[in-house]
């Protein structure tokens, strides 16, 4: 059985990632990408579905044993989990080197006290479980082949089949150390190169400590903002500079619950605030990498964006449901690719561009498309803003005039005509002017209630959302409006969970609500971090950070948060590690660092 969502460390190369339980079970792997057909799909299922667990030995039919501890090396996404024995202590150590050739998985298990007993069990299944691959020898090396995949697996340590999964029982004393690694390649390539574990640990700890080195930020919460961007590195496809929002598929919002959708792919909105954060940190390559990735996946067909892209631009995301897998925690279905990818999303034009003209002001080295690309899109949005749209959570029932889309097309348009006032591109700079003080009149009187004193979630609705209290951070508004503390104050009341934590919306439990979807969800915790953002802008600074590192204590003992928290269950849920959690702690931070700076 799967282990709870916070149970999970996270490692990866930049092109796939593993998650690895805390009993030393790794339950999921996508090979060769992040969006890939899972070899190992237990997370999803059960053992049946494919794993590799590596840890002391024990009884048969007991559970493994939980470790002791665990950290990451340093700041880097080297794995260290400790099991204290009756018999002595042992250290595994997981990483995934960043990759120059075939893709590795490399576990070394290290014997620390003692003599201790261990035992690995690998069951490769590839095409999310369903397919059991032919294991067989190749000399030293086993390899699972199966259609157009092979992974192949080297170590010293006897193996032995047996119940279709390869294992391999040993002994380590102090100083001892046994290395496993599993390389994935195309099943009709050449054998991968023999790996080498202990050179390829060093240069994963180098890569790390050079990267990290990069980082610009030294304030009060800097171990947190660290892990964060490590996690957000991680979740960057290197060859393309595409990240993707989760490295995971179906984990649920609600236990038990059908709202569990595929995040392996990069959605404009979450890829653009994830480029606003590194840039603010000091990650300028990244940052350009994103650009160039925009500017492919947009082509010359702007018209026509998507909110969503595979993760080297692809268009097509189909979405399947897998009946074969029963889901974690039977929370069905399990779901491959997002029907959500043939939305209109207004807002996404503001989060692009408002990413756009961040890199601009921060001096990234300008790209002269991306300038022609921001107007085409203002032109489009110009023809199209006072559309009803699914908006920024991706609603399955009717179209509507939801406030934030509105308010993120002023955005769009307001960035785009500091760009013209800069004298950088040419522009109709007074018809825009026009059109941005039209859609700011709109939403005030469309979109404002005035006898409760809130922004509401679209027009005619009575409903809060959490995405107004982005109005502020926006400059929409100013923080001190009337109208933007009223919002903040109604959405703590109506929208808060008893543990003090935000919701995105109303959901409607058994019925069908404003998403089209039955069953609840968790807080959302990116709209929990923006809260703390506006208390903090409107003066109430100790309010915010009291939040802020409450939200902290969400996070599991590695540093990681998943989409969203379970106030009645006291867990963590949805897609796991999320970026649309980790880039608003960033944010979090570095504004309570310049209030704190500044006497707030």
């Excluded at 092109?15 to 690895?20: E, G, I, P």
């Excluded at 993707?244 to 595929?262: F, H, Q, Y």
Aim: hydrophobic letters at 40%; a negative charge.
């Amino acid at each position: 059985m799967a282990g709870r969502i916070e149970d999970y460390a996270l490692i990866g190369d930049m092109q796939t990632a593993a998650l690895v339980c805390r009993d030393g079970t790794a339950d999921w792997l996508c090979l060769p990408r992040f969006d890939s057909h899972a070899a190992f799909a237990g997370l999803l299922g059960t053992e049946e579905h494919g794993f590799w667990r590596i840890g002391p030995a024990h009884p048969s039919g007991a559970a493994p044993p939980r470790a002791d501890r665990r950290r990451y090396r340093g700041d880097s996404l080297v794995l260290e989990s400790e099991w204290d024995t009756p018999r002595g202590t042992v250290r595994i150590i997981d990483f995934m080197p960043p990759r120059d050739g075939a893709p590795q998985l490399i576990r070394i298990v290290e014997g620390v006290s003692g003599r201790v007993p261990m035992r690995s069990a690998l069951r490769m299944r590839f095409s999310y479980g369903r397919v059991v691959p032919w294991v067989h020898k190749v000399g030293d090396r086993t390899v699972a082949v199966a259609g157009p995949d092979s992974v192949w697996l080297d170590t010293t340590a006897d193996t032995f089949g047996k119940d279709l999964t390869t294992y391999s029982d040993f002994t380590v004393s102090p100083g001892e150390r046994v290395a496993f690694t599993i390389s994935w390649q195309p099943s009709h390539g050449e054998p991968p190169a023999f790996p080498d574990p202990e050179g390829s640990l060093e240069a994963t700890e180098e890569f790390w400590r050079e990267w990290v080195s990069h980082c610009t930020y030294h304030g009060p919460y800097r171990d947190a903002v660290i892990r964060s961007l490590i996690t957000l590195k991680a979740l960057t496809y290197a060859p393309t500079g595409g990240i993707v929002a989760a490295p995971t598929t179906s984990l649920p919002e609600e236990i038990g619950g059908v709202r569990n959708w595929d995040y392996r792919y990069t959605w404009l909105r979450d890829a653009a605030i994830t480029l606003s954060s590194l840039l603010r940190t000091g990650y300028r390559e990244e940052a350009r990498a994103w650009r160039e990735w925009l500017l492919r996946a947009v082509a010359g067909d702007p018209e026509n964006l998507q909110i969503m892209y595979g993760i080297a631009g692809e268009r097509e995301l189909g979405e399947a449901e897998l009946p074969w897998l029963p889901g974690y925690e039977n929370s069905t279905p399990v779901r491959v690719g997002n029907g959500a990818a043939g939305q209109l999303q207004l807002d996404v034009y503001g989060e692009m561009i408002e990413a756009l003209h961040l890199a601009h002001m921060t001096g990234l080295a300008r790209n002269d498309y991306a300038s022609v690309l921001q107007l085409r899109l203002i032109g489009y949005l110009e023809d199209h803003w006072n559309e009803p749209d699914e908006g920024i959570w991706e609603v399955r029932g009717p179209r509507r005039h939801f406030v934030h889309s509105k308010v993120m097309a002023w955005v769009a348009v307001d960035r785009t005509i500091k760009l013209i006032e800069s004298g950088d591109v040419d522009g109709p700079l007074e018809r825009w002017r026009e059109l941005r003080d039209d859609i700011h009149r709109d939403v005030c009187e469309k979109g404002y209630d005035k006898e409760r004193n809130t922004f509401t979630q679209s027009y005619g609705s009575k409903e809060l959302d959490a995405s107004l209290l982005l109005i502020p951070q926006m400059g929409f508004l100013p923080p001190d409006d009337k109208r933007v503390i009223g919002t903040i104050e109604a959405i703590q009341r109506e929208l808060s969970t008893p543990d003090g934590f935000v919701l995105r919306y109303p959901t409607a439990g058994t019925d069908a609500g404003v998403d089209g979807l039955e069953g609840d969800e968790g807080a959302f915790l990116a709209c929990s971090f923006w809260l703390a953002d506006d208390l903090a802008m409107i003066g109430r600074v100790d309010e915010a950070r009291q939040l802020f590192e409450k939200l902290l204590g969400l996070r599991n003992d590695l540093g990681l948060l998943a989409e969203e928290w379970d106030s009645r269950l006291q867990r963590q849920v949805g897609n796991f590690p999320q970026a649309f959690s980790h880039v608003p702690l960033i944010d979090t931070a570095l504004r309570l660092t310049a209030s704190s700076a500044f006497g707030g």
